[in-house]
Structures are given as structure tokens and as C-alpha cells.
């Protein structure tokens, strides 16, 4: 299989694995940013060929995972009005609300729909005028310029019956909270290739320096991985903090400059509430005021309405910052299945839990 077969090469994991072993010298912690690494770890075993005292920690690198209660209620909300589309990616639809879920309403006669798009949801707008047409804007900076481009391409239509509700994050803030909470455990990141190929990685350095935690920029194929955990615990050992990047097949340091431009047009920084972390200063993106004629919150009257708490029982907090692992959660495979969420983790196809519970269901303890 050209391009993946090279990035699983036995004997290349094995090199990266014997070099990890023999560099690491006390027990360590890293954090994979993002689910798809998670997935790609738990799916290959590559934590099982790592020494024990190496732990890789889970971070909140899942969109659908920290996207809070609060929105999907308010996703829910616009789906019920009787002139009103709501389009959204189809994992969206399966995360649970304080009450029920976008299908459920789907169901009752809503009309919430599964496009793989903005620009699908834009078509459905011009096909629809006498109807309100929303698209659920959820994710981290890669798929923000896409976002952004739908709402660039409404302005220059005229297209008034289309809106966004953004509930976009961004990475580097979350680092931040997660490096200066008291109970942190991270002393290492791998950084999300994808997000850096948008971004580059330039304002990971101020963090690496600030809290003295090397990140490494890896990619989503096993040898991204272990060549991701090899760099950064040789820093770790040789008590350097530094941003490396070996994803260069992917990754500029300046990262694509267009999207950048038009993430910057249409977006600015603000807060947000992550589900079970809670709010983070200037870590969302929000529609600038040339923009704000497109947000949804604002033209359905959501702004401050329909406050909400995860369900009591879902641990999503402690797994998106890296405390625990879904097998410790006593619901994981019991109340909380991919049939019967409690929470989004187990929802997502970037999700720990839904990781977990595909690759590892009877793992115990400390696997």
C-alpha cells in the first residue's frame, strides 16, 4: 500500500522502540493531542511495546469529545423550529443532549441533517430560501478554514438564510490549561500533525519554553508515533524543552498561509467552554463582527439561553485532560456503550472511549 506501508514497518517500529527503551531512564508521561492518535496507538498497540513506566496519556484532541452539553442543546433547539435545517457531521447527531440527541429529535420529525461539508450545507441553503439552514461548525483549527470559507462564500451570495453555530476550539490555549493545572501529569505533548499543518508551529514554541515541556509534531501512522515519543523522551532525558518536527512531509513551520488568512478574516479569538474542563480564556473561534450576521446563536436568540451540565456519571473530564483512562471508569462497557453514550468520548470515532471499547473492551487496570 504506497505511502503506509513505509510508516509500519516492523523493523523500523522495532529501531524507534529499542531506542526509546534504552534512553529512558525513570518513569515519564506524554500526551498524544489528538483522538486519531489515540485511536492509532490503542489500534496497534504501541503503548503494549513501550516500556511500563512510560505512560501515554490521552489528551482533548477529539472535537466532538470537548464540544459541551450547552451546544448540543442549543444544536437541538434550532432543529426543532419548524423553518429550520440544521446540518451537521454525522457524529454530532449521536452525542447526547441534557435530555436526548439530534437523531432522537430527527426522529420526532426535526429536521437535522448529515452533510460532509459546509459548502453541502451552503447548497441546501440555496435550494431552501424560505428556510433558516445552520450548519454546526464544530472541530479545532482544521476544519475552521473550511468554515470560514462557507461563511466568506454566503457573505458574497447575499445568502441570508444561512448561519453557523461555532463551537470551534483551538489547541494551544488547552495546552496551556492542562500544563498549569494542579494535577497535571504531562511533561511531554505530540502535537497534532494536522492541526500544524494549518497552523504551523510556531506558538507551541512559547509554550514549550514557558512551562519547559518539549512537543514534538507527529503524524497518525505508528512510526509517526514512536519516532514522536522517541524525540521527545531523548529531550525529556537530556533536559531540553524544545518544538521539533519531524512530520516535514506535512508540516511548514509557518503552517498554510491561505487558511491562516482566511481563519483571521472571519474568526477571532475568544473563550469557551470545553465539556468537562470548562471555560478556557482565547481558546475558541468567533465570528468577527463583519461576520456576526452569520451566527446562529445571535439570529435564534441562543446567546445566553440553555445552560447545561454533562451527565453526572461520564468521567469525560478526567480522560480529556489526561487523569484517567476510560477502562477506569466504572460505566465504560457497562452504562456507557457506542449503543447507549453517556458521554461523547464514546461517541466519537476520535474518542478515547470509543477507542478503548473497539480495540481494548477487556483491558483492566493498568493495561
Known amino acids: 500500500m504506497k505511502f503506509v506501508d513505509e510508516y509500519r514497518d516492523p523493523a523500523a517500529a522495532r529501531h524507534f522502540v529499542r531506542a526509546i527503551k534504552s534512553t529512558l531512564t525513570r518513569p515519564r508521561s506524554i500526551m498524544?493531542?489528538?483522538?486519531?492518535?489515540?485511536?492509532?496507538i490503542v489500534k496497534f498497540g504501541l503503548d503494549q511495546l513501550l516500556p511500563s513506566s512510560l505512560t501515554?496519556?490521552?489528551?482533548?484532541?477529539?472535537?466532538?469529545?470537548?464540544?459541551?452539553?450547552?451546544?448540543?442543546?442549543?444544536?437541538?433547539e434550532i432543529a426543532l423550529q419548524p423553518d429550520a435545517i440544521l446540518c451537521s457531521f454525522g457524529d454530532m447527531l449521536r452525542v447526547p443532549g441534557s435530555q436526548r440527541d439530534l437523531f432522537s429529535v430527527k426522529a420526532q420529525g426535526g429536521d437535522a441533517r448529515i452533510v460532509y461539508s459546509p459548502l453541502d450545507a451552503l447548497k441546501i441553503a440555496r435550494a431552501n430560501p424560505n428556510k433558516q439552514v445552520v450548519f454546526f461548525a464544530v472541530g479545532f483549527e482544521t476544519t475552521a478554514p473550511n468554515n470560514a470559507m462557507a461563511v466568506y462564500q454566503a457573505k458574497r451570495e447575499n445568502l441570508e438564510n444561512f448561519s453557523l453555530l461555532v463551537a470551534h476550539v483551538c489547541v494551544p490555549p488547552a495546552m496551556e490549561a492542562i500544563l498549569s493545572s494542579l494535577d497535571n501529569q504531562v511533561e511531554g505533548f505530540l502535537a497534532a500533525g494536522h492541526v500544524c499543518a494549518v497552523m504551523g508551529y510556531r506558538?507551541?514554541?512559547?509554550?514549550?519554553?514557558?512551562?519547559?515541556?518539549?512537543?514534538?509534531?507527529?503524524?497518525?501512522?505508528?512510526?509517526?508515533?514512536?519516532?514522536?515519543?522517541?524525540?521527545?523522551?531523548?529531550?525529556?532525558?537530556?533536559?531540553?524543552?524544545?518544538?521539533e518536527n519531524p512530520y516535514v512531509?506535512?508540516?511548514?513551520?509557518?503552517?498554510?498561509?491561505?487558511?491562516?488568512?482566511?481563519?483571521?478574516?472571519?474568526?477571532?479569538?475568544?473563550?469557551?467552554?470545553?465539556?468537562?474542563?470548562?471555560?478556557?480564556?482565547?481558546?475558541?473561534?468567533?465570528?468577527?463582527?463583519?461576520?456576526?450576521?452569520?451566527?446562529?446563536?445571535?439570529?435564534?436568540?441562543?446567546?445566553?439561553?440553555?445552560?447545561?451540565?454533562?451527565?453526572?456519571?461520564?468521567?469525560?473530564?478526567?480522560?480529556?485532560r489526561g487523569i484517567k483512562k476510560p477502562h477506569e471508569?466504572?460505566?465504560?462497557?457497562?452504562?456507557?456503550?457506542?449503543?447507549?453514550?453517556?458521554?461523547?468520548?464514546?461517541?466519537?470515532?476520535?474518542?478515547?472511549?470509543?477507542?478503548?471499547?473497539?480495540?481494548?473492551?477487556?483491558?483492566?487496570?493498568?493495561?
Open 56 to 76: 501515554l496519556v490521552h489528551g482533548p484532541g477529539c472535537p466532538v469529545c470537548v464540544t459541551p452539553v450547552e451546544m448540543i442543546n442549543k444544536a437541538i
Open 249 to 320: 512531509r506535512a508540516v511548514r513551520p509557518d503552517g498554510n498561509l491561505a487558511a491562516k488568512k482566511i481563519l483571521a478574516q472571519v474568526f477571532c479569538p475568544g473563550p469557551r467552554v470545553w465539556r468537562g474542563i470548562g471555560e478556557i480564556p482565547d481558546s475558541g473561534l468567533h465570528l468577527t463582527e463583519e461576520y456576526s450576521f452569520f451566527d446562529a446563536e445571535m439570529r435564534f436568540g441562543l446567546a445566553e439561553a440553555l445552560r447545561a451540565n454533562a451527565a453526572s456519571e461520564c468521567i469525560s473530564g478526567s480522560i480529556l
Open 32 to 40: 498524544e493531542i489528538c483522538g486519531g492518535q489515540t485511536h492509532a
Open 329 to 367: 471508569c466504572p460505566a465504560f462497557g457497562v452504562r456507557c456503550t457506542p449503543e447507549q453514550p453517556l458521554g461523547a468520548p464514546m461517541v466519537s470515532n476520535e474518542g478515547a472511549c470509543a477507542a478503548y471499547y473497539r480495540y481494548r473492551r477487556h483491558a483492566t487496570k493498568g493495561n
Open 203 to 243: 506558538e507551541y514554541e512559547p509554550i514549550a519554553q514557558k512551562y519547559h515541556t518539549p512537543i514534538v509534531v507527529t503524524g497518525f501512522e505508528p512510526l509517526d508515533i514512536l519516532q514522536g515519543i522517541a524525540l521527545c523522551i531523548k529531550q525529556l532525558e537530556e533536559g531540553r524543552a524544545e518544538v
